[in-house]
């Protein structure tokens, strides 16, 4: 159910086909806006989502699909404090989301796209990686990420390659990483927050030379 603090986008549905996803994540399909080539829709996979709650069996067959809906939990972890600001250091790394869309497959969610110099989609780093190395400007790019995750202390989940692209700016952006399931008290706690992003930069080290290793 879409939380009716969030306006819609835009109120007329928009038709969007499966085979022109520019994405497909474990839970959602990634579209470009058809009228707005600069944003991205997401939206959820409702069935395959019911699918997964099913087949865990138990108490997870009573569990709404809103529990895994990452459109739903990451709309949440948008409301939190550190990204209530137009700081243009805070939307560096990160995309705006602009509100809710409705679609003939269910609401999605509106996003900055980002793109290459040719117009396709940003690649992500695990690729850029594993086809070019660790180049001094990639290098540099990684570093910055770090402290800004430091700086901004934004509450996430684990950001790895997958879910980082180069975009065209130089920067990296994160995504999909905001989606979480824990979204509570904790977050609101500085040295919680700061212990989370040193786990947080740790992971995204480990599984950058992984990353590399595999080239």
Not at 22 to 39: D, S, T, Y
Not at 79 to 86: N, R
Not at 166 to 182: E, N, Q, S
Request: glycine content about 6%; some cysteine; charged content about 20%.
């Amino acid at each position: 159910m879409i939380p009716q603090q969030d306006p819609l986008f835009d109120a007329n549905a928009l038709t969007l086909n499966i085979q022109d996803a520019i994405g497909m994540g474990n839970r959602r399909w990634v579209f470009q806006h058809p009228h707005h080539p600069h944003l991205c829709i997401k939206v959820a996979r409702q069935a395959h989502i019911r699918e997964q709650l099913n087949t865990k069996g138990g108490l997870y067959r009573l569990m709404p699909n809103t529990w895994r809906d990452d459109n739903v939990l990451e709309a949440r972890a948008y409301t939190q404090k550190a990204l209530t600001t137009e700081d243009a250091y805070i939307w560096r790394h990160l995309p705006h989301m602009y509100g809710w869309q409705a679609t003939n497959l269910g609401p999605g969610l509106v996003f900055d796209y980002y793109q290459d110099a040719d117009g396709k989609p940003a690649p992500n780093l695990q690729g850029v990686l594993q086809t070019q190395g660790l180049t001094n400007a990639l290098e540099t790019a990684i570093d910055e990420l770090h402290r800004y995750m430091r700086t901004t202390q934004i509450w996430m989940r684990h950001p790895g390659p997958p879910n980082i692209v180069w975009a065209r700016d130089g920067h990296l952006k994160l995504i999909d990483c905001l989606g979480t399931y824990t979204m509570g008290w904790q977050h609101h706690i500085r040295p919680f927050r700061r212990k989370r992003i040193q786990r947080h930069s740790a992971y995204l080290t480990t599984t950058i030379n992984a990353a590399i290793a595999a080239q």
